[in-house]
T-cell receptor, first 111, second 112 residues
Framework: QQQVKQSPQSLIVQKGGISIINCAYE??????FPWYQQFPGKGPALLIA?????SEKKEGRFTISFNKSAKQFSLHIMDSQPGDSATYFC??????????FGKGTRLSVIA | DTGVSQDPRHKITKRGQNVTFRCDPI?????LYWYRQTLGQGPEFLTY????????KSRLLSDRFSAERPKGSFSTLEIQRTEQGDSAMYLC??????????FGPGTRLTVT
């Protein structure tokens, strides 16, 4: 079964700093790589997703960068804010299989 | 709000009882997924539908679990003879075929 290896498990960042979360994948036939943000007691919310034909996608303070040769993609959160404190999940998708999630990264942004 | 909705949001039940959860997907989406999430873990796939057809079931889905999507719209997930190990957040998501999945708020199940 395909796996997604997410790191780090937890991350503490100063307010205004850059948060970086990495995911390594195995599946080479994916349709897109999404990142989800989840607050305690809530369902995961789609934050940003990248398709394989682009190497970077930016939405506001959130950027996904994709390194196809390394089979890795990363989430960068610029100017991190306390409201960004949540658990972030990367996932691997192929159109005919369900999402396979990483184990999550708990981000804490401290003032 | 036209997002994915789930009902109930919380369910407390005694071991051995049956429970049923409902999911209403985003109306244009033809795929509907069920996942289970335990504390500190990522969501784990249970089953999914394309329209009314159930296309895949995880080995996590024991024979006590059954899911339906009778008219290709809402879906129900039933757990029979609940066990304490069934305590988890049950998440529903929907999408177009090969599209991004959007999750509902989840149903928190506690089996006592």
């Amino acid at each position: 079964q395909q796996q997604v290896k997410q790191s780090p498990q937890s991350l503490i960042v100063q307010k205004g700093g850059i948060s970086i979360i990495n995911c390594a994948y195995e599946n080479t036939a994916f349709d897109y790589f999404p990142w989800y943000q989840q607050f305690p007691g809530k369902g995961p919310a789609l934050l940003i997703a990248i398709r394989p034909d682009v190497s970077e996608k930016k939405e506001g303070r959130f950027t996904i960068s994709f390194n196809k040769s390394a089979k890795q993609f990363s989430l960068h959160i610029m100017d991190s804010q306390p409201g960004d404190s949540a658990t972030y999940f990367c996932a691997d998708s192929s159109g005919n299989t369900p999402l396979v999630f990483g184990k999550g990264t708990r981000l804490s942004v401290i003032a | 709000d036209t997002g994915v909705s789930q009902d109930p949001r919380h369910k407390i039940t005694k071991r051995g009882q049956n429970v049923t959860f409902r999911c209403d997907p985003i109306s244009e989406h033809n795929r509907l997924y069920w996942y289970r999430q335990t504390l500190g873990q990522g969501p784990e796939f249970l089953t999914y539908f394309q329209n009314e057809a159930q296309l895949e079931k995880s080995r996590l889905l024991s024979d006590r679990f059954s899911a339906e999507r009778p008219k290709g719209s809402f879906s129900t997930l039933e757990i029979q003879r609940t066990e304490q190990g069934d305590s988890a957040m049950y998440l529903c998501a929907s999408s177009f075929v090969r599209g991004e999945q959007y999750f509902g708020p989840g149903t928190r199940l506690t089996v006592t």
